[in-house]
């Protein structure tokens, strides 16, 4: 399915990530980048997992704090160092500029606020726009759902009053976004009336999504003098993208209609790898939806089925969204000091669900299922619930614990079916509490 994204127009992008009908019901290509792709079972190999409560020193995690003081910093630190990179602090210089503070919108069931937050003391570049929609009859403040999206606001959101965008074309310039594109749309009224607002923001805004997106985003800015890519443990694009995420946090509580400390994350494919990533990374996110998350997201790197370390970090794929470490381990995955049942951990105690499509065997849903039952005893030590179940479950039964898992009949992304799963789930987790 990505094999063909250096040839793909950015319509066609969004078309892949959000119509998965349209493109997924094909037989899975059994050659990437010139490397095999297993689709048996048979043939995933022998593998042990790294234990998430075992110290580096050999020692068990035996309580809550240990896991924080220790162990936790020691699996951010791997995955720092060999897959995501590490990234810059919090900017000093980052300034937000409210632009629209509150217009009725969806005849008069939301209020529209438009924000530009500024990375730097330059303000003409390394800037992102979020845009917010918050419930006009709210009491006060509200649990938000922040969706980082491979459209411009514009394009994600039907509203007229929405600020004109841009988007990174492939050849590497930008260019005004479409205004009436009906891809990759969020429907935001369910949530609305639910009393929970909803945010979005375009990925390109922070960093554009090529290999040579660093001469425009922010991984750019921070480049030391004199060199043109950071260094093999500095971060990639993904954690670019994190970062960004984090850098609307830090807006969000600031203002007083957010309820700051309910904030859900989502996103899909490589955005469904940043929202975990950066919820990993950041705790004042109280929950995560990946979607479809896959290799390098929450599908364990040693199954060998579908999408390999091998397959993302070649040459001519992905490379660029991880630090460079990270494709020393293509032929060593066993090496591999993390995976994706770590990741997972580093969100406990916090919800997480995992949403993907019976087809998508790219992005291997049963890797993801088994990688959610090897993060289940950090939530248990945690005071939380992982799957509580062993037995995957076929296509349309969500498991909605804790750490929750969903399959929907179809293939990669997020079909609007799946969104009722998403409020579901935000309902019991965010709102009525676990």
Not at 27 to 36: T, Y
Not at 340 to 347: D, F, G, P, V, Y
Request: glycine residues 10%; hydrophobic residues 40%.
């Amino acid at each position: 399915m990505k094999i063909f994204y250096f040839k793909m127009s950015l319509l066609s992008l969004i078309l892949l990530v959000i119509c998965p009908r349209t493109f997924c019901q094909n037989p899975p290509a059994r050659v990437v980048a010139g490397i095999p792709v297993n689709y048996s079972e048979d043939s995933v190999g022998v593998y042990t997992l790294p234990d998430p409560l075992i110290l580096l020193n050999g020692k068990k995690v035996q309580n809550a704090k240990t896991w924080y003081d220790k162990r936790r910093p020691e699996i951010v630190k791997l995955y720092e160092e060999n897959q995501f990179g590490s990234c810059p602090a919090v900017p000093k210089d980052m300034t937000f500029k409210v632009i629209e503070k509150g217009n009725p919108a969806f005849e008069g069931k939301a209020i529209r606020r438009q924000v530009t937050v500024y990375f730097t003391k330059d303000t003409s570049s390394y800037k992102m726009d979020l845009l917010i929609y918050l419930p006009a009859n709210a009491k006060g403040k509200v649990p938000l759902l922040l969706n980082v999206s491979f459209s411009a606001n514009e394009s994600t959101i039907q509203d007229q009053g929405i600020k004109n965008g841009f988007i990174w074309g492939r050849d590497g310039k930008r260019v005004p976004a479409p205004k009436n594109s009906p891809f990759g749309r969020l429907n935001i009224l369910p949530f609305i009336e639910q009393g929970i607002g909803v945010a979005t923001v375009y990925y390109g805004d922070i960093e554009p999504d090529f290999a040579w997106g660093i001469k425009y985003g922010i991984r750019g800015y921070y480049l030391k003098p004199g060199t043109s890519k950071p260094g093999p443990g500095e971060w990639g694009a993904i954690a670019a993208w994190a970062w960004g995420l984090s850098r609307a946090m830090d807006y969000f509580v600031t203002d007083n209609d957010i309820n700051a400390q309910k904030v859900a994350l989502f996103g899909v494919s490589r955005l469904g790898k940043t929202v975990l990533w950066t919820a990993a990374k950041d705790p004042r996110f109280a929950m995560v939806i990946a979607s479809c998350s896959g290799e390098g997201g929450a599908a364990l790197s040693r199954r060998n089925y579908g999408e390999t370390i091998k397959h993302l970090a070649d040459s001519t794929r992905y490379f660029y969204q991880f630090c460079g470490n990270y494709g020393k381990y293509g032929d060593r995955v066993n090496e591999f000091p993390v995976d994706a049942h770590m990741l997972l951990s580093l969100i406990a105690p916090r919800a997480v669900l995992l949403q993907t499509g019976d087809k998508d065997f790219w992005s291997d849903p049963k890797g993801e299922f088994l990688a959610a039952i090897a993060a289940g005893p950090v939530f248990k030590l945690l005071g939380t619930h992982g799957l509580e179940t062993n037995e995957m479950p076929p296509a349309g039964k969500p498991i909605m614990s804790t750490l929750g898992y969903y399959m929907h009949s179809g293939g990669h992304g997020a079909l609007p079916t799946d969104y009722p799963v998403f409020l579901d789930f935000i309902k019991k987790n965010l709102i009525e509490g676990k």
